[in-house]
Protein backbone atom coordinates (compact mmCIF):
# COMPACT_ATOMS: atom_id res chain seq x y z
CA UNK A 1 0.00 0.00 0.00
CA UNK A 2 1.31 3.18 -0.84
CA UNK A 3 1.83 6.12 1.71
CA UNK A 4 -1.03 8.02 0.10
CA UNK A 5 -3.41 5.43 0.07
CA UNK A 6 -2.21 4.64 3.79
CA UNK A 7 -2.80 8.11 4.81
CA UNK A 8 -6.63 8.65 2.97
CA UNK A 9 -7.45 5.11 4.05
CA UNK A 10 -6.05 6.17 8.15
CA UNK A 11 -8.04 10.18 7.78
CA UNK A 12 -11.59 7.98 6.38
CA UNK A 13 -11.36 5.47 9.34
CA UNK A 14 -10.57 7.95 12.07
CA UNK A 15 -12.74 10.58 11.29
CA UNK A 16 -15.29 8.00 11.39
CA UNK A 17 -14.32 6.95 14.43
CA UNK A 18 -14.63 10.77 16.00
CA UNK A 19 -17.46 11.67 13.82
CA UNK A 20 -16.68 15.70 14.46
CA UNK A 21 -19.94 16.39 12.93
CA UNK A 22 -21.96 14.44 15.20
CA UNK A 23 -20.30 15.90 18.13
CA UNK A 24 -20.72 19.24 17.15
CA UNK A 25 -24.30 19.49 18.22
CA UNK A 26 -23.40 17.58 21.63
CA UNK A 27 -20.74 20.13 22.44
CA UNK A 28 -22.53 23.24 21.59
CA UNK A 29 -25.47 21.48 24.04
CA UNK A 30 -22.63 20.99 26.91
CA UNK A 31 -21.15 24.42 26.62
CA UNK A 32 -24.10 26.45 26.13
CA UNK A 33 -23.92 28.34 29.34
CA UNK A 34 -19.87 28.69 29.18
CA UNK A 35 -18.24 31.86 27.26
CA UNK A 36 -16.47 31.51 24.31
CA UNK A 37 -12.99 31.79 25.53
CA UNK A 38 -13.55 29.10 28.42
CA UNK A 39 -15.29 26.71 25.17
CA UNK A 40 -12.83 27.24 23.39
CA UNK A 41 -10.54 26.36 25.83
CA UNK A 42 -12.35 23.24 26.51
CA UNK A 43 -12.70 22.44 22.82
CA UNK A 44 -8.54 22.44 22.99
CA UNK A 45 -8.46 20.64 25.93
CA UNK A 46 -10.91 17.51 24.84
CA UNK A 47 -8.58 17.54 20.77
CA UNK A 48 -5.43 17.28 23.34
CA UNK A 49 -6.99 14.07 25.10
CA UNK A 50 -8.75 12.62 22.22
CA UNK A 51 -5.20 12.80 20.20
CA UNK A 52 -3.52 11.58 23.50
CA UNK A 53 -5.79 8.71 23.90
CA UNK A 54 -5.56 7.17 20.35
CA UNK A 55 -1.87 7.95 19.93
CA UNK A 56 -1.69 6.08 23.22
CA UNK A 57 -3.72 3.12 21.47
CA UNK A 58 -1.90 3.55 18.13
CA UNK A 59 1.04 2.52 20.09
CA UNK A 60 0.07 0.37 22.43
CA UNK A 61 -2.91 -1.81 20.79
CA UNK A 62 -1.45 -4.69 19.64
CA UNK A 63 0.50 -5.38 22.57
CA UNK A 64 -2.05 -4.84 24.68
CA UNK A 65 -4.07 -7.25 23.02
CA UNK A 66 -1.46 -9.71 23.45
CA UNK A 67 -0.63 -9.23 26.45
CA UNK A 68 -4.84 -10.07 27.43
CA UNK A 69 -4.01 -13.49 25.03
CA UNK A 70 -6.27 -11.62 22.22
CA UNK A 71 -5.38 -12.38 18.90
CA UNK A 72 -6.56 -9.66 16.30
CA UNK A 73 -8.58 -11.93 14.16
CA UNK A 74 -11.28 -13.09 16.90
CA UNK A 75 -10.70 -9.05 17.81
CA UNK A 76 -12.40 -8.23 14.67
CA UNK A 77 -14.65 -11.24 15.31
CA UNK A 78 -15.58 -10.03 18.34
CA UNK A 79 -16.36 -6.44 17.37
CA UNK A 80 -18.61 -7.86 14.44
CA UNK A 81 -20.58 -9.48 16.48
CA UNK A 82 -21.14 -6.31 18.96
CA UNK A 83 -22.03 -4.39 15.79
CA UNK A 84 -24.59 -7.16 14.21
CA UNK A 85 -26.25 -7.20 17.89
CA UNK A 86 -26.63 -3.38 17.98
CA UNK A 87 -27.89 -3.58 14.36
CA UNK A 88 -30.31 -6.29 15.64
CA UNK A 89 -31.30 -4.32 18.40
CA UNK A 90 -31.95 -1.45 16.28
CA UNK A 91 -33.84 -2.72 13.73
CA UNK A 92 -36.19 -5.22 16.32
CA UNK A 93 -36.87 -1.82 18.90
CA UNK A 94 -40.15 -0.01 17.69
CA UNK A 95 -40.05 3.61 16.78
CA UNK A 96 -43.03 4.69 19.16
CA UNK A 97 -41.99 5.26 22.79
CA UNK A 98 -44.54 3.08 24.61
CA UNK A 99 -47.94 4.59 26.21
CA UNK A 100 -47.77 4.90 30.13
CA UNK A 101 -50.43 2.98 31.51
CA UNK A 102 -53.10 4.78 33.64
CA UNK A 103 -51.90 6.79 36.40
CA UNK A 104 -53.85 7.84 39.80
CA UNK A 105 -52.47 10.89 40.81
CA UNK A 106 -52.11 11.09 44.52
CA UNK A 107 -51.61 13.63 47.12
CA UNK A 108 -48.53 14.02 49.16
CA UNK A 109 -49.40 13.29 52.83
CA UNK A 110 -47.54 14.45 55.43
CA UNK A 111 -47.02 12.61 59.28
CA UNK A 112 -47.90 8.83 59.40
CA UNK A 113 -49.91 7.11 57.28
CA UNK A 114 -53.59 5.48 58.83
CA UNK A 115 -54.77 1.96 57.33
CA UNK A 116 -57.56 3.79 55.49
CA UNK A 117 -55.09 5.66 53.77
CA UNK A 118 -53.99 2.67 51.84
CA UNK A 119 -55.99 1.93 48.39
CA UNK A 120 -54.33 -1.40 48.13
Do not use: E, H, W
Request: net charge positive; proline share 8%.
Amino acid sequence: MSPQNFAVNFFVALFALIDPIGNVPLFAAATSGVRGKDSRLIAIYIALFVLFFLTFFYFTGVSLLAFFGISLPAFRIAGGIILFLLGLDMAATTSCPPSPGPARARPARAGPMRASDSSG
